[in-house]
């Protein structure tokens, strides 16, 4: 799949600033991605404002389900109840 090189910015439901830190970072380092959280709104939820300009859409899609599956390992562990 080709990169693009147009930065986006996208708003995600987060729940915990940690946590999408913990994915993104990692993410980063394991796919040559640069994906950067440059705003958190703190509201009922919390939503991360992400920006990237080195992905693919694959990427995107990628990160979103590797924070669901990250949280839901931490959710049947105790570890968050949430």
Do not use: H
């Amino acid at each position: 799949m080709e990169s693009n090189n147009k930065t986006v910015e996208f708003s995600v439901i987060s729940s915990d600033d940690i946590l999408i830190k913990e994915i993104i970072e990692s993410y980063n380092e394991i796919y040559n991605t640069d994906f950067e959280i440059i705003e958190f709104i703190y509201d009922e939820v919390v939503f991360a404002k992400p920006r990237v300009s080195k992905y693919t859409l694959r990427d995107i899609f990628s990160l979103g389900y590797q924070f669901g599956s990250y949280a839901e390992n931490k959710r049947q562990k105790g570890e968050i109840d949430w």
